[in-house]
Every structure is written in C-alpha cells, then in structure tokens.
C-alpha cells in the first residue's frame, strides 16, 4: 500500500495540485474511493484517477463526492463542486432562520448547482420548506439527485428556469422568509484571461457574471422583492472586492434596509445580507 500511496503522490506531483500538504491529502482520497469500488486492476485504476487530477480535472469529479458544511454530497461534471467560500453564506443563512417565529420558514435557493445549500439548509433547519432553482437541466439534475441522498426530498423541491421563471406559478409571491442565492460572480474578461482554467471542466454558466461580474446580482435584488414578504431576508455569495458595487445595486431599488456586508474567516467580505423593507 505504502508503494501505491507513494507512486499516486508522485503522478500528482506533476499536475497543478497545490502545496504538498495536498498532494498527500489528495492521495489518501483518492485511495479511500478506489478501496470502495469493485475494480479489477485496481492499482492501475488508483493511477488513472490520479493523472486525471494531475491535468487539472476537480477532485470531487474523480471521486463522485464532496463534503459541504459537514454533509457529504455527489458531485459531477454538469454542476460546479461546492466551495468552502460558499460555507459563510450557508451559516448566515441557518442562523437567520433559527430566529424567525415562523415554525416552517419558506426559503428559495436560487442558481443552486448541486443544490449543496438547500440540502445544508434543510439538513440544519429541519423544519424548512426549500425550492431550488437552477438554469440548467445538468444542475436541475445533480440537485435532485442531492436531495434524495441526503434523505431531504420531503422538504426540498428542485425546479428549473432562468432565475425566478420556475416559480412563476408557484403560491409564493409575497410569501418566502428568505433567498439565498449563490450567483456566478467572474467578469467575462477574468474568465477569458485569468480565470480560463475554470472552465476547462465546471460549466460556464457557473462562473460567468457578465461583464462586470454583478449581472446576476443585479437581477436578484430586483427579481426577489414579489416573493419575498415584509421582513423576509436576501442573502447572497459575492465575489472579493465587490462588496462595495453589489450593496449599491441594493441600496438603488429602495426597498431593503439593515444591509450587512458579513466577512469570513480571512476577514474578506463574502455575503451580503439585507431584509425587505416594509411598504
């Protein structure tokens, strides 16, 4: 085994995979999910996987999984891997809703990928109600798949369309306590420059935030005021440094007040948080 866990660290060593702390974490997991599967030549497919990762193919693709605040959820090609970034969003979020006298608050997660906050969401406030929206009929698919894993399909429903278009004829106008919402936030120039690796293997539609990387935020904070209720919460993801433009963009429409710019760990804003004003 020794001989396998050095010969896996050594493939990894020549792709892009970071410091060798990772190199040797990366290794283990990629042993951990090969003893798991029923393979013939099982050294040769242990080496398969790591030269996958070498070229720069996400982990989580390689091993079907990934662990997003303490849940383990499938991940594949199709959907963009959960991102400990995304962690302080999810935390605002449960410990906003563990406040509210609503016994069965309704929250929608919107541009939810692989649906890891829904699911989180659920698993931390059981007495939830969640609908999950998502563009694309491959993230529409992985959630789904999500929900039934993690044993939420009572309380989650995943829907698809551009924004809040699937949940156009739905009962909720004036009606949910809280969205959250992880939007694609990369320029475009980033994207072409930069950041172009990302889109080697996740999706496109992930990452891409139109010119400015604030187009789907800018449609947010105006696409959510019919379903939110009086009091009810808009948090969402934001990229570094773009605090300042995305507050402005909530601030303009008038209609929300106690805006939060909630920092994470490194001390660097990455959610932002603001209630519906009363009318």
């Known amino acids: 085994m020794e001989q396998i866990r050095e010969k896996v660290k050594a493939i990894l060593a020549t792709g892009k995979n970071g410091t060798s702390n990772n190199i040797a974490a990366e290794a283990e ?4 999910h090969a003893q798991l599967m029923d393979i013939g030549d099982w050294e040769n497919e242990i080496c398969s996987m790591a030269e996958r990762r070498a070229r720069g193919e996400p982990l989580a ?7 997003f605040m303490g849940i383990e959820l499938i991940a594949c090609a199709g959907a963009l891997v959960p991102r400990k970034e ?9 410990k906003l809703l563990r406040t509210l006298e609503n016994e069965t608050p309704k929250v929608i997660d919107m541009c ?6 829904a699911c989180a969401i659920a698993h931390f406030v059981p007495e939830s109600r969640i609908w999950a929206s998502d563009l694309t009929p491959e993230c529409v698919d992985i959630a789904s798949r999500n929900v039934e894993f993690c044993g939420v ?3 989650v429903e995943v829907l698809q369309g551009d924004l809040f278009d699937g949940l156009a004829e739905s009962s909720l106008k004036g009606a949910v306590d809280m969205i959250v919402c992880g939007p694609p936030f ?7 420059a930069e950041s172009a690796e990302l889109l080697e293997y996740e999706p496109r539609e ?12 800018q449609r947010i904070v105006k696409e959510c005021l019919p379903f939110l209720r009086e009091g009810g919460y808009l948090l969402f993801e934001t990229g570094l440094g773009q605090e300042r433009p995305a507050r402005m963009l909530i601030e303009r429409t008038g209609a929300y007040e106690d ?6 760990e490194a001390g660097e804003v990455r959610v932002i948080s603001a209630r519906k004003r009363p009318q």
């Open 29 to 32: 997991r990629i042993i951990r």
């Open 259 to 264: 805006i939060r710019l909630i920092a994470g």
């Open 61 to 67: 693709y390689i091993t079907g999984r990934e662990m």
């Open 153 to 155: 399909s009572g309380r």
């Open 206 to 217: 992930a990452f891409d935030g139109g010119p400015y990387g604030l187009s789907i935020q």
């Open 112 to 117: 939810c990928g692989s649906g890891n906050l």
């Open 186 to 192: 990369i320029s475009q120039h980033k994207l072409a």
């Open 86 to 94: 995304t962690e302080p969003l999810g935390i605002e979020a449960i």
